[in-house]
């Protein structure tokens, strides 16, 4: 029995939908998993938005074919396919709303004129695209613009007492710590992101101010250009944490 027209169409664009969705799904956790690489993750992503647009798009074609009683047979196939369609796009496109949003770098530091330094985490560093070196002036100048209330901490505490405070407070908030060296006042640590497990690596400076201690705090990620505020914010949470 042949089908018509209208009844294939129905069926391609829920099929697109269902792909759309399926694709966005699957982006970050088989990236995390070291299924594909995170470029292919990120790449999955985009293409789940064209391919879910498509989709809806399409499927508000076919609601609009629904106004011809001749037409309204299966009609809940474009319903479903608009509300597959939805929930594929808007996680990405939230995501590109919020990267419009903030500066385009991955490096953010409670320091701009002297960035707290890699020791543990150097080599880690340097095998990844994004290095180990601070990305100077214009990252700077982008962070001030984006970001100005990233600013050093002082506490009362003494140094040492300082150090463990932020032990303490980055393994609360799930950090991997690589290292300390509470004598040097240094924290070392990597968090790794939910969705795609992308690893952010973070080091922690405590130096003498005064009869307390001051709290420098950057926090790096190891691929792609911006960091969607990510890096900001995990140095938000963590100077909250401790003061």
């Not at 985009?46 to 309204?72: E, K, Q």
Request: proline letters at 7%; zero cysteines; charged letters at 20%.
């Amino acid at each position: 029995m042949s089908r018509s027209p209208l009844f294939i169409g129905r069926i391609v664009v829920l099929a697109l939908a269902v792909l759309a969705l399926a694709m966005m799904l699957s982006s970050g956790p088989a990236t995390r998993a070291e299924i594909w690489s995170w470029q292919t993750g990120i790449a999955m992503l985009r293409w789940a938005t064209y391919i879910g647009l498509a989709a809806g798009v399409g499927a508000l074609i076919l609601l609009v074919t629904l106004a011809v009683p001749a037409f309204r047979m299966h009609a809940w196939v474009p319903i479903a396919a608009l509300a597959i369609a939805a929930v594929a796009v808007t996680p990405p496109l939230m995501l590109l709303s919020t990267a419009k949003s903030v500066p385009r770098i991955h490096d953010i530091s409670t320091d701009l004129a002297d960035p707290p330094a890699f020791v543990a985490l150097a080599e880690a560093r340097k095998a990844s695209p994004n290095g180990v070196a601070h990305g100077g002036a214009l990252v700077a100048e982008e962070q001030r613009k984006g970001y100005p209330d990233i600013k050093p901490l002082v506490l009362k505490t003494p140094p040492p007492e300082t150090v463990q405070k932020a032990i303490d407070a980055a393994r609360a908030m799930g950090w991997y710590v690589a290292a300390t060296d509470a004598a040097g006042g240094r924290l070392e640590a990597t968090d790794t992101t939910f969705f795609f497990g992308f690893k952010d690596d973070i080091v922690v400076r405590v130096r003498p101010e005064g009869t307390g201690s001051r709290v420098d705090v950057r926090s790096v990620s190891r691929v792609g250009l911006s960091d969607l505020g990510a890096n900001a914010a995990r140095i938000r949470k963590f100077l909250d944490k401790l003061g």
